[in-house]
Structure formats: C-alpha cells, structure tokens
C-alpha cells in the first residue's frame, strides 16, 4: 500500500514536472515534493472534489474572497484545517466545509495534492505597485514570507505562501488579524503588523501581493485575400441568434428545510461562473416540494428554497435584478412522490438561464 502510493506520488510529480516547466520557479520537483510533505495528492484528488467547487480544479479559485490554494504549504494547508476544527479561526462558509473532513489521511491527501499544484501565478511588471513593495519590505514581510511572497527559502512551511493570494481575500486576512477575528498566528506577529498597517497601506501590500500581468494581447488573425477569380459564385452566410436553454437541476434540500446543502455550492459555483462570464442572461431559479404537507406550506417552502439560491448568488456578487424567482410547491414533480427517494428528487430548485447562441449558415453556394 504504501509503496504503491509512492509510486503513484511519484507519477503526479512528473506530470505536474511537464506543466511547471512551462510557469515559473517554484515548482521544481525538490519544491514540490517539499511542499507536498506527507500525504498521496492523487488519493487527494478525488477526494478534494467539494473543495475544488470553491478552491478550483488546480487550487486557483474564481472568487476574489475565497483563496487560491495552488501550490500552497500542505503543512500549512493542514493547521488551517486544525484551526477551523477547532474554532480557533472561524469563517461562515469554511468552518462547515472543514467539517466534511473526518479522517485525518483525508485531510492529508488533500492538503498534499493542492500543494503538488503549479504555484499560484505572482508576476509583477516593472510599474506594478512599487510602494506596496516597497512597504512589503520595510514591513519585513519579506522576513518570514519570503521574496515576492512566495515562501522562505529554507520551506518554512509555517508561513504561508501569499504572493499570487487574491487581494479582496489578503486585505480580509489582514482585517482579521487587526481585529483578532483570527487569532491563530502563534508567533504573535500578525495581529501586531496588522494594527501598525493603515488601511491605505494594506491595500497598497495587497495590491502588490496579488500582481498579475496582463493576458499577452491577441494576435487578430488577418484574413489572406485571395485574387478574385471572376467566375466564381460568392458565399452568402447568414448569422442565425438563437437562446439555447440552460438547466441546472438537483439542488436538493432535506425534508421540510430551506437551508442548502453542503453539496449545492459546488453546482452553484458552477452557475456564479456561468452569470459572470454571461452577464445579460436572467436566471430563473424555481422552488419546489414534495406533496407532503398542505398547498399553503409547500407555496411558503418552495420559495423559501428559491430564496436560499438567490441570497448565495447575490452574496457571490450576482445583480440581484437579473435572478427571478418562484415556488411551485409541488406542482411539477420530477420523480414519484409515493417513494422516498422520488420524494427527495421532488425537493430541489431547478434553474433557467438561456444563451444567446450564434450560428453561421450557408445560404447560397450554387454550383
Ligand atoms: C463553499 C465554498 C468553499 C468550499 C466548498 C471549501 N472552501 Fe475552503 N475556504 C472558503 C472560504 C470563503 C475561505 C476563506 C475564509 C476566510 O476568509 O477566513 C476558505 C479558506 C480555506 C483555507 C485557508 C487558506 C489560507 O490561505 O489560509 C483552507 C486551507 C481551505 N479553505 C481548505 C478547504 C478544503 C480542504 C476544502 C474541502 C474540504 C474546502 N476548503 C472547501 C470557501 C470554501
Ligand atoms: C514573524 C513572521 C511574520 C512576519 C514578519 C509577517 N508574517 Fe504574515 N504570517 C505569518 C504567519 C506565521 C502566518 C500564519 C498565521 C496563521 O494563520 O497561523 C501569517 C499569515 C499571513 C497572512 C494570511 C495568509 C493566508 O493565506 O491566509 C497574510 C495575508 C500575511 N501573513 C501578510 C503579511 C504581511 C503583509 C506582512 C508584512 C506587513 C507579514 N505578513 C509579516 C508570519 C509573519
């Protein structure tokens, strides 16, 4: 077993080797392996599947407040696990979601294949920020976070890595620490750094921290003009706008509640990503029940469900003029409601969203 989960270890790290040669230092196989510590991150893989719903595939997150966790100290990764067990950090969202990990090999796999992951991108340009670096060196951050952010040289995995961090997600942290919301900085300096930091400063920190360089820009591919030959016939296209309907159904609830479950987030990311790509599409989010209870509970049910979605999508910085919203008890079942498992199917919020999708088609092209 155990060497078995060495080999496979070892087959992660070449694949992960091939990627890396293409980002930046930081992900030499020595590196990687530093970070890994203990822990198999392919058994990590499958089992992170809830977390990457938040986290990302790869540990690069979607959401400015939720933090990328690629190529982040596993050992770290795991103390931050221990904190929110055992309250000592807390946080609406994450403390829940620690506690869907109840075995500790788990929590090690996990930790172990984000850290296995091509390092968060930090790739400041010469004009980026230079009073946040420089602030982030006179503050010393540098001592313990390392250049650039990006660790101690020495893989002190006690102080996280944070260049490549979020900034909405940074400047929280920071808030935090002032504020002792998160107290778990044993060598006492956090809070400390925190307080002494004005609110201009820690932004300025954050921004740096956060650099990314702009996408390279996009070579517009010219169109070669070919010699007209005169006998030819031209090509008529016509460019068809069609909505092509999009559904998201299953979000299921437990019986007689509103609340989501844990399970919903990860399909609910899903359509945050969707809205933001979108951003004109109005999404339609129907309640529904089973048929036990009266109309009148149902009505009140299904909606409280549709609700619970819409609060999610506003808090994940979804316009809430563009989400509609409707129960209908238990009008439109899916499944038999004379069985259980018919009836949990029943409990759900199916979402409508639609695209508008162009297609080119030939009208004329006669011999
Ligand atoms: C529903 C979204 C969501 C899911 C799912 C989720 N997380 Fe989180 N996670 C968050 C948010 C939000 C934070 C930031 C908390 C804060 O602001 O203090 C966070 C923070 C963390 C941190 C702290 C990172 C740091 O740099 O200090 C770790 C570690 C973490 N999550 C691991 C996990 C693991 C492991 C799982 C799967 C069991 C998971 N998360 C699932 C939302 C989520
Ligand atoms: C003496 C060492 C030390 C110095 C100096 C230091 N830090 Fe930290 N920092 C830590 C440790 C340790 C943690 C992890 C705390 C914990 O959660 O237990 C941390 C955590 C953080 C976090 C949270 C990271 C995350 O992923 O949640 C941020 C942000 C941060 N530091 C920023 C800074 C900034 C900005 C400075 C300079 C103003 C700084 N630190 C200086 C030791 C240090």
Request: glycine letters at 6%; proline letters at 6%; charged letters at 25%.
């Amino acid at each position: 077993m155990l060497i078995s989960n060495k080999i496979r270890t070892a087959t992660v790290l070449m694949s992960v080797l091939l990627i890396a040669n293409l980002s930046h230092a930081g992900d030499d196989p020595i590196e990687i392996s530093q970070r890994i510590s203990s822990g198999d991150p392919v058994a990590g893989k499958e089992k992170s599947t809830l977390c990457q719903g938040c986290h990302g595939e790869t540990g690069i997150s979607i959401m400015p407040n939720i933090p990328n966790l690629a190529g982040q100290w596993g050992a770290y990764i795991m103390r931050e696990l221990r904190d929110f067990w055992s309250g000592s950090r807390t946080d609406p969202i994450m403390t829940d979601m620690a506690g869907t990990v109840t075995s500790m090999t788990d929590a090690f796999d996990i930790s172990a294949y984000f850290a296995s992951q091509p390092q968060m991108p930090f790739e400041p340009t010469t004009n980026d920020n230079e009073e946040g670096k420089r602030l982030y060196i006179i503050y010393r951050c540098i001592s313990c976070h390392g250049e650039e952010g990006r660790g101690r040289p020495q893989n002190n995995p006690i102080f996280p890595i944070i260049g490549g961090q979020h900034k909405e997600y940074l400047i929280k942290q920071l808030d935090d620490f002032r504020t002792s919301m998160r107290d778990t900085d044993m060598s006492g300096t956090m809070p400390i750094l925190a307080k002494r930091l004005s609110a201009a400063e820690t932004d300025a920190i954050a921004d740096y921290l956060s650099s990314k360089k702009p996408p390279d820009p996009v070579e517009v591919a010219v169109p070669i003009i070919t010699p007209v030959v005169t006998s030819a016939i031209p090509e008529i296209w016509k460019t068809l706008l069609s909505d092509k309907p999009m559904m998201i159904e299953g979000t299921n609830f437990v019986t007689d509640s509103a609340k989501l479950k844990i399970i919903a987030y990860q399909q609910l990311n899903g359509l945050v990503e969707f809205a933001k790509t979108y951003s004109e599409p109005v999404i339609n989010v129907v309640g529904h029940t089973d048929s036990t209870g009266t109309v009148k509970h149902n009505e009140k049910l299904s909606l409280a469900r549709a609700e619970s979605v819409k609060a999610y999508l506003i808090k994940q910085a979804i316009a809430a003029d563009r989400i509609i919203v409707k129960g209908e008890a238990a009008n439109s079942p899916i499944a038999d409601n004379k069985t259980i498992t018919g009836r949990a199917k029943n409990r759900r919020v199916e979402i409508r969203t639609s695209i508008r999708e162009e297609t080119k088609v030939l009208v004329t092209n006669l011999p």
